[in-house]
Structures are given as structure tokens and as C-alpha cells.
């Protein structure tokens, strides 16, 4: 066989050209549907929600990267922790640090107010509740805010002694004057019990006159009420004189004992009860209370004693709540009976008989009839 060389190309037939084609795109072989689209949608596998992710990539990435300064203590945070829940740090992007007022969130409040922003399912101890709701307000951190304000709610199972020491606790503050009251209002059982107490003694008087307003307490005589309110003004007589009038008018004089109304007319020789009902201004008070009484007790419910109610302007005052304690020395089946005469040493007594008991005692009580 001969072999091609360059020499024979020359000299022999040369190769034929390629025939020149039109420079076509496969764009012009789609649109004559000689090639199928690339348009369809392709289905990617499923991918993790983007919340998902984000939580994941925290987890996987967590630092502290912004500091917390309350007085001498200093905090190291997530920063992304804090812009969740502190619209202060998301005001100012740009700052690592965040001074706090320790006045109105403590160093420890704010290790209960960063745990529960980190964990899932945070505890929260009584004794710090009141200090972390006002460190939530402060902050206007509104869900840990309706988060404590569920678990002081009664149905939540926040018994009568751990409203006592919310309501102490709120004290202080200015701005849980709200909570300080409705805690309050929450004390049925436990008014006697509080009445021994020295906490009782230390209430201002404002505090005093809303409790001793309240529907809802339990006793076993109206005039136990009394003798707890001789006891608080007793306690700083000397600055407290001048606040005798506006407490005593919440005690409900008609529904007294009639023997223990009449024996106020004269001294009962007990200058702590004397220099109270003895005063000028307290005198008219306490027999109109024993009118009120007369006239309810002749009362037949016709429309015409209702005119002599208006005429002579009886107050008709709502019974307490009563409860029926066989160990109080004055002790009588049916509440404020007529004769219940006791003397205020007598009450005195049985608050000492209370310190001495459980503090659910009273409320498991047998309601009276």
C-alpha cells in the first residue's frame, strides 16, 4: 500500500473541504421542540426549616460576646440571647457592654433573668419572684412578665403564706404597689395569724387600712378587728395617734358585739384600748356604730325602715367572713353573739396561742353554719 506523504498530498487529489455550517445555538433547537426544555422545575432534596438551622448553628457556635455590668459584678452573654428578649441591647447594635441599675435589677436577679432566657424550662424560687418581675418591667421583657404574673395567680396553687411575703416583698417598690395589694386582698385564713406577727406591726398605714377593708378576711368576731387595729396603733403610738381615726373607720362597729360596744362607754381600765376609744374625735364614731346595730336589729324589711335608714342615716355595714375557733378563750358558736364580751388581753392571748400552731390551722377549720 502506498503511504500518504506530504509530497503525494501535493502532487495527488487534496482532501475536501467541510462543508460550512450555520452557527446554530441549541436555544434554536429548543424552540423548534427538537430538544426539551430546560425550564421544568427540579425538585431539591428537603431542607431543614431556617429557624431549625439558625438554632443549630447557635448551639454549634455559642460565645459570649457582651458583657452585663451590675455595680461591682460583671456578666459575659450571648449577645443574641440578650437581643431576643432586651430592646436596650438591639438600640445599640453596635456597643459589647450594657450597664444595669442595681437598684432595680440585682446581680442575682439577673442570673434567674438570664437563665430563663437561655433554657427551655427555667425554675424560678419564691424569694426572688418579686425582684425578677421588677427587673421584667424594667427591661420590658413582657413575656417573662405574664410568665410571673401566671404563677402568682391563685389557680396557679399560690397559697394565702406565700401571698403574705409577696405582698411584704413588693413593699419597698413604688412601681409593684399593684402586686403589694392584690396580695393582700389574697390574706382570708391568715388575717389572725398575720395579726401576730411583727411583720403586722411594721405595715404602713395605708397597707393597714387596705386589708382592714378587705371582705374576705376570717375571724371569729368583729371585734377581733378591732383589737388588731388597737394593736398596730399601739405599736408606735406616739406617730401612729394621728392615723387612729381613718383606721378605726374601716373596723365595722355595728357588727361588734352589743355588751362589748357598751362597755366602751366607760373605761375597760386597759389605757391601750382607753387612749384610743377615749379620743374626741373617736367617740362619736363608736356610738353611732351602736346605733347602726340597735336599728338593724329591729330592722323588719319593709320599705319604711328603709326611710328610717335614710333618715337617721344607718350605715348597714357587709359581715366579715367568719370562722369558728374552739381555742380562742372567748370562743362562742355563733359569731359576734351579743355577749361575746372579751377584753383585748384576752386577744392577745389567743394570737399566742396562733404562733404556736401550723399556719394552715385556721383554714381547715369547719365553716360555720
Known amino acids: 500500500m502506498e503511504l500518504l506523504t506530504n509530497d503525494n498530498m501535493a502532487q495527488g487529489d487534496e482532501l475536501p473541504m467541510e462543508p460550512q455550517l450555520p452557527e446554530l445555538s441549541l436555544r434554536e433547537f429548543r424552540n423548534s421542540n427538537r430538544m426539551p426544555s430546560l425550564l421544568k422545575k427540579i425538585h431539591l432534596p428537603k431542607k431543614k426549616p431556617i429557624l431549625e438551622t439558625l438554632k443549630n448553628f447557635w448551639q454549634e457556635n455559642k460565645r459570649h460576646d457582651f458583657l452585663i455590668r451590675i455595680g461591682d459584678h460583671d456578666f459575659p452573654c450571648d449577645r443574641l440571647v440578650l437581643m431576643v428578649y432586651v430592646d436596650l441591647v438591639r438600640q445599640e447594635l453596635d456597643n459589647c457592654e450594657l450597664r444595669l441599675p442595681e437598684n432595680l435589677v440585682r446581680p442575682e436577679t439577673f442570673e434567674m433573668l438570664y437563665d430563663w432566657m437561655s433554657n427551655q424550662t427555667p425554675l424560678v424560687k419564691r424569694p426572688g419572684i418579686v425582684h425578677l418581675l421588677l427587673a421584667a418591667d424594667y427591661l420590658k421583657i413582657e413575656k417573662l412578665t405574664s410568665h410571673i404574673w401566671y404563677c402568682l395567680d391563685q389557680d396557679s396553687g399560690f397559697g394565702e403564706d406565700q401571698a403574705i411575703q409577696v405582698a411584704l416583698d413588693a413593699l419597698p417598690f413604688k412601681d409593684l404597689n399593684r402586686l403589694h395589694c392584690l396580695m393582700l386582698h389574697r390574706v382570708h385564713y391568715y388575717f389572725l395569724v398575720f395579726a401576730s406577727s411583727v411583720e403586722f406591726l411594721d405595715l404602713p398605714v395605708k397597707s393597714l387600712i387596705f386589708l382592714l377593708s378587705s371582705n374576705e378576711i376570717r375571724v371569729n ?22 392615723h387612729a381615726m381613718e383606721v378605726m ?91 361575746q364580751v372579751f377584753r383585748y388581753v384576752d386577744f392577745l392571748g389567743y394570737l399566742g396561742i396562733l404562733q404556736t400552731l401550723p399556719l394552715d390551722s385556721l383554714k381547715l377549720l369547719e365553716k360555720p353554719l
Open 221 to 242: 368576731s368583729e371585734a377581733e378587728v378591732f383589737y388588731a387595729a388597737i394593736r398596730w396603733l399601739n405599736h408606735k403610738w406616739s406617730t401612729r395617734q394621728i
Open 249 to 339: 373607720e374601716k373596723v365595722r362597729i355595728c357588727r361588734m358585739p352589743g355588751e362589748l360596744l357598751q362597755s366602751f362607754e366607760l373605761q375597760v381600765d386597759d389605757i391601750r384600748v382607753d387612749r384610743i376609744i377615749q379620743l374626741p374625735e373617736l367617740k362619736p364614731f363608736i356610738e353611732k356604730g351602736s346605733f347602726d346595730q340597735v336599728a338593724m336589729q329591729f330592722d323588719d324589711g319593709t320599705k319604711m325602715y328603709n326611710q328610717i335608714y335614710e333618715i337617721f342615716d344607718v350605715t348597714v355595714a357587709q359581715p366579715r367572713r367568719f370562722i369558728c375557733h374552739d381555742l380562742a378563750p372567748y370562743h362562742k358558736p355563733e359569731p359576734n353573739s351579743p355577749d
